[in-house]
């Protein structure tokens, strides 16, 4: 798998605009992009730490991922993600490794980015997002 960094931590949140104060005044951040993700029922918030970005999401529907994340286990780190580039090589690789797979192909998520997830119950509890941004080649 070719991985280039660590591309953003999730965390999920309750309120995007209070979650947004906190990281700006608190870290001196300074969030530099709000998106809906429709399909994902989700919100996000993006700030960019080196070469890491934090991404706060809301959810816009409580029966959509975050929101069922939220509801069982609180507000918090979500999943980790990397940037690789061959997302769809990396998912091969990946299930040929005996990783169980969330996403077979991928999909479309925030800032235009191809992204695929890997299901926490083969990974040792961390929800892994494998993310490949096509528009850097």
Not at 1 to 22: P, R, T
Not at 44 to 51: E, S
């Given at each position: 798998?070719?991985?280039?960094?660590?591309?953003?931590?999730?965390?999920?949140?309750?309120?995007?605009?209070?979650?947004?104060?906190?990281w700006e005044k608190v870290f001196g951040l300074k969030c530099y992009a709000i998106e809906e993700v429709k399909?994902?029922?989700?919100k996000?918030?993006?700030?960019?730490?080196?070469?890491t970005k934090i991404e706060l999401l809301e959810s816009t529907d409580p029966e959509g991922p975050i929101g069922k994340f939220i509801e069982k286990k609180g507000e918090g780190v979500h999943h980790l993600a990397f940037a690789v580039k061959g997302?769809?090589?990396a998912l091969a690789e990946t299930e040929a490794n005996g990783i169980?797979?969330?996403d077979k192909t991928p999909r479309k998520g925030a800032e235009q980015m191809d992204i695929?997830?890997?299901?926490?119950?083969?990974?040792?509890?961390?929800?892994?997002?494998?993310?490949?941004?096509k528009n850097l080649k």
């Open positions: 798998m070719n991985i280039s960094h660590i591309e953003h931590i999730g965390i999920a949140v309750k309120d995007l605009q209070e979650s947004i104060v906190y399909e994902q029922r989700v996000t918030a993006f700030f960019m730490i080196g070469q997302i769809e090589e169980q797979l969330i695929a997830f890997l299901h926490p119950k083969s990974t040792f509890g961390v929800l892994t997002e494998l993310c490949e941004n």
